[in-house]
């Protein structure tokens, strides 16, 4: 192997490894939840006294609030809403990369939480907790709002500051990710229609997706010659 070659597959590594330790601690995270899930021990244990708490401190106007972010986090309004960004970021920047590799995280994002639930087969809470009783039907474990809002804000934090590695983007894209993922979660949880481990799964599976868009993204880099903001070897003579 050439100097040039062994300089290439040591950026390669190095530049794969944040994406693969993603992907590993999420997964990590989601098989311990569902452990305990499944075990009714660990995290699970505070399923049922979360929910009531929240439960019997629901409001009018919280109650309007987080009917109104569940809404817009769900399957008819938010996947309208990523196909329209997509769809104006091609035009407009004239580049399908980033745009398509959010629309595949979303879509990547939707079938494995359906894929998830249907083998799982976690039930709701109670009928008597629910906001409107009745008005969600899939299975509980994950939250599939709560991952869809996760996956899309840390994919789009992440490959805006991939392209622009500057320390105040990054708080801020951090930042709304998490502050907006929070917000779609408690939802979930006043208004009864999960679990508080539904919604831990959810955000830990989220982080496996950006783990693979972030192996994806900087192996689209190093074909295309784009450098990676954390890679600093350089070939040597």
């Given at each position: 192997?050439?100097?040039?070659?062994?300089?290439?597959?040591?950026?390669?590594?190095?530049?794969?490894?944040?994406?693969?330790?993603?992907?590993?601690?999420?997964?990590?995270?989601?098989?311990?939840?569902?452990?305990?899930?499944?075990?009714?021990?660990?995290?699970?244990s505070f399923d049922q006294p979360v929910l009531d708490w929240l439960?019997?401190?629901?409001?009018?106007?919280?109650?309007?609030?987080?009917?109104?972010?569940?809404?817009?986090?769900?399957?008819?309004?938010?996947?309208?809403?990523?196909?329209?960004?997509?769809?104006?970021?091609?035009?407009?920047?004239?580049?399908?990369?980033?745009?398509?590799?959010?629309?595949?995280?979303?879509?990547?994002?939707?079938?494995?939480?359906?894929?998830?639930?249907?083998?799982?087969?976690?039930?709701?809470?109670?009928?008597?907790?629910?906001d409107i009783p009745g008005a969600e039907t899939t299975a509980s474990?994950?939250?599939?709002?709560?991952?869809?809002?996760?996956?899309?804000?840390?994919?789009?934090?992440?490959?805006?500051?991939?392209?622009?590695?500057?320390?105040?983007?990054?708080?801020?894209?951090?930042?709304?990710?998490?502050?907006?993922?929070?917000?779609?979660?408690?939802?979930?949880?006043?208004?009864?229609?999960?679990?508080?481990?539904?919604?831990?799964?959810?955000?830990?599976?989220?982080?496996?997706?950006?783990?693979?868009?972030?192996?994806?993204?900087?192996?689209?880099?190093?074909?295309?010659?784009?450098?990676?903001?954390?890679?600093?070897?350089?070939?040597?003579?």
């Open positions: 192997m050439s100097r040039w070659d062994a300089w290439r597959s040591r950026t390669a590594v190095r530049a794969l490894l944040p994406g693969a330790l993603l992907v590993a601690l999420g997964f990590a995270v989601f098989v311990v939840l569902l452990d305990g899930v499944r075990e009714r021990d660990d995290l699970s439960v019997g401190h629901r409001g009018p106007t919280m109650r309007a609030v987080f009917a109104a972010i569940t809404l817009v986090s769900g399957p008819r309004i938010l996947p309208a809403l990523v196909l329209v960004t997509c769809a104006v970021w091609v035009a407009v920047r004239r580049e399908w990369w980033r745009p398509g590799i959010v629309a595949g995280a979303m879509v990547a994002s939707t079938l494995l939480s359906l894929a998830i639930k249907d083998v799982v087969g976690r039930p709701r809470p109670p009928l008597a907790t629910m474990f994950p939250s599939g709002h709560t991952m869809g809002t996760a996956t899309l804000l840390l994919v789009v934090g992440y490959l805006a500051w991939s392209r622009d590695a500057d320390r105040r983007k990054l708080c801020v894209g951090g930042g709304v990710a998490v502050i907006g993922t929070l917000a779609v979660g408690l939802s979930r949880l006043y208004l009864g229609y999960h679990f508080l481990t539904d919604v831990l799964a959810a955000v830990a599976l989220a982080v496996a997706v950006l783990g693979c868009v972030v192996v994806a993204d900087r192996l689209h880099g190093l074909d295309s010659g784009r450098p990676q903001q954390d890679s600093n070897l350089q070939p040597t003579d």
